[in-house]
């Protein structure tokens, strides 16, 4: 019997934007507050409960902007109440001075 995989288009995410909690408590409060445990948010955002811990713990002072959204919208409160969207600005490309190109002679 064969068993067939879909296989899912990778996302798209704008690796140059990241968020930065605010106030990591304040995530913890929202979701007590909609009756949510650690375990039932990180089900709803599909991230693990270690994640939500590392969060509401300011071990995890950054995070992806899909993420965020994902939180804010679980928690059903605008996203700036909770992050600030953080720009980070690309790493120039290094080269170690050797000319990579063939040449043949």
Same mark, same amino acid.
């Given at each position: /019997? ?9 996302? @798209?995410?704008?690796k140059?934007? +990241? ?6 408590? /304040?995530?913890?409060? +929202? ?14 955002v ?23 959204? %994902?939180?804010? %919208? ?9 992050f600030?969207?953080e720009?980070?600005?690309? /790493?120039?490309?290094? @080269? ?5 190109e063939?040449?043949? %002679?």
């Open positions: /019997m064969s068993v067939s995989i879909a296989h899912k288009r990778p996302r @798209t995410y704008r140059d934007y +990241w968020m930065k909690v605010k106030d990591p408590a /304040m995530i913890r409060r +929202w979701r007590k507050q909609r009756h949510y445990s650690q375990r039932d948010l990180a089900y709803l599909r991230r693990s409960q270690n994640t939500i811990y590392k969060l509401e713990n300011g071990k995890l002072p950054t995070l992806s902007e899909d993420l965020a959204l %994902a939180i804010a %919208a679980r928690l059903d409160i605008p996203w700036e109440d909770l600030l969207e720009e980070i600005k690309p /790493m120039p490309q290094l @080269t170690n001075g050797t000319n990579n063939r040449q043949v %002679a």
